[in-house]
């Protein structure tokens, strides 16, 4: 098992920049395929982003692509998530998850969750 926890969201304006930190627990974090995904006010949790479990591939949906950066640093146990040019429509909930196995981006194939960081962008 692995405990996730976020930290890095907070308030910022539209074309600025936040970078979210997800810390995790245990000697074996190199075992786990990381992903972020985020849920808005009344909408389903939507997939950001997901990297392999040595950091070498990266997957991210199109609305995000070109914009955000999913990386990892297995020696610190920690997967980040580099935001630029951020949009009033980025505005949620941003979690971090952890799956034993080869990335998806399927939010039910994620066993482990923080509890989430709040990132809102005004316009």
């Known amino acids: 098992q692995v405990q996730l926890v976020e930290s890095g969201g907070g308030l910022v304006q539209a074309g600025g920049s936040l970078r979210l930190s997800c810390a995790a627990s245990?000697?074996?974090?190199?075992?786990?395929?990381m992903a972020w995904f985020r849920q808005a006010p009344g909408k389903e949790r939507e997939f950001v982003a997901a990297v392999s479990r040595s950091g070498g591939t990266t997957y991210y949906p199109g609305s995000v692509k070109g914009r955000f950066t999913i990386s990892r640093d297995n020696a610190k146990n920690t997967v980040y998530l580099q935001m630029n040019s951020l949009k009033p429509e980025d505005t949620a909930v941003y979690y971090c998850?952890?799956?034993?196995?080869?990335?998806?981006?399927?939010?039910?194939?994620?066993?482990?969750w923080g509890q989430g960081t709040q990132v809102t962008v005004s316009s």
């Open positions: 998850a952890a799956r034993l196995g080869v990335y998806h981006n399927l939010d039910s194939e994620y066993a482990f």
């Open positions: 245990g000697r074996t974090f190199s075992s786990y395929s």
